[in-house]
């Protein structure tokens, strides 16, 4: 099997992709958050129980908070890994793809899924960055464009 290389990958990225807009998207993530939602209450509901039902603090966090941040970060990392797509983007027929149609990097997908969620997450401003996919050219959003990525429908 030949490996793919910038040349032959800008021959299998399509002219005419249809890149998933800002609605989309946002019902996506909806989807994706009742996902993450119930993986956490069954994952984290036994922890309600050590302790005497306490809150274990660590620091300025709780342990139910740090593990609940650790299981959103590896969804949306891992399912993108494996799949291009999360379960909100595959009941919504959409996935994520290289900007040079190579498969999806870990880097880039680091930067994705986890720093440009952080940033989104931590600084609350941010959230209306989101805004830019509306209205990019290829509807990028900030973190799309620094983990050289698109969102586009499936074909």
Do not use: C
Not at 36 to 50: A, D, E, H, R
Not at 69 to 81: G, N, R
Not at 91 to 111: A, H, Q
Not at 115 to 121: A, D, E, L, S, V
């Amino acid at each position: 099997m030949s490996e793919l290389t910038a040349e032959t990958a800008s021959e299998i990225v399509p002219e005419t992709r249809k890149y998933a807009g800002f609605w989309m998207r946002f019902w996506a993530y909806l989807i994706d958050l009742v996902v993450l939602f119930s993986i956490n209450g069954i994952l984290l509901t036994p922890l309600k129980f050590i302790n005497d039902g306490e809150v274990v603090d660590i620091g300025y966090w709780t342990l139910t908070g740090i593990l609940s941040a650790v299981v959103f970060y590896l969804y949306f990392l891992l399912m993108t890994k494996k799949f291009s797509q999360t379960i909100g983007k595959m009941i919504l027929g959409i996935k994520v793809v290289r900007e040079n149609g190579e498969p999806l990097k870990w880097s880039d997908l680091f930067f994705r899924e986890v720093i440009g969620r952080f940033f989104y997450r931590v600084f609350q401003i941010f959230v209306l960055l989101y805004i830019v996919v509306a209205f990019s050219h290829e509807k990028q959003g900030i973190h799309d464009m620094i983990g050289n990525t698109r969102v586009v429908f499936v074909d």
